[in-house]
Nanobody, 125 residues
């Protein structure tokens, strides 16, 4: 079992920045890739970003490419999402997730084994 807890969400204005964190606990030695997804009201959950175990590969949705940066600190079992130039359309609940055994594509929800409870990000115009 792996437990994931997100933090760092909040209410910001368009153009502001936020940094989300996701701390993993439990059987973290077995974790491989980690990712962030988001779900806006009335919409399906969508891929945001993912990072491989040793941070050699990072992947982004086109809508956040160039504005968001994913990183991880394996010593702290934590993955981060730095969000810059936020837009109202970034408003959503943001979830982190972990893959135990690397598989592709990382953009797909079903590849992930454990999920956090989510943190709300609201961007006002």
């Amino acid at each position: 079992q792996v437990q994931l807890v997100e933090s760092g969400g909040g209410l910001v204005q368009a153009g502001d920045s936020l940094r989300l964190s996701c701390a993993a606990s439990g059987r973290t030695a077995n974790t491989d890739a980690m990712g962030w997804f988001r779900q806006a009201p009335g919409k399906n959950r969508e891929f945001v970003a993912a990072i491989s175990r040793r941070s050699r590969g990072t992947y982004y949705a086109p809508s956040v490419q160039g504005r968001f940066t994913i990183s991880r600190d394996n010593a702290k079992n934590t993955v981060y999402l730095e969000m810059n130039s936020l837009k109202p359309e970034d408003t959503a609940v943001y979830y982190c997730a972990v893959v135990l055994t690397m598989r592709w594509p990382l953009t797909t929800e079903r590849q992930y084994d454990y999920w956090g409870q989510g943190t709300q990000v609201t961007v006002s115009s």
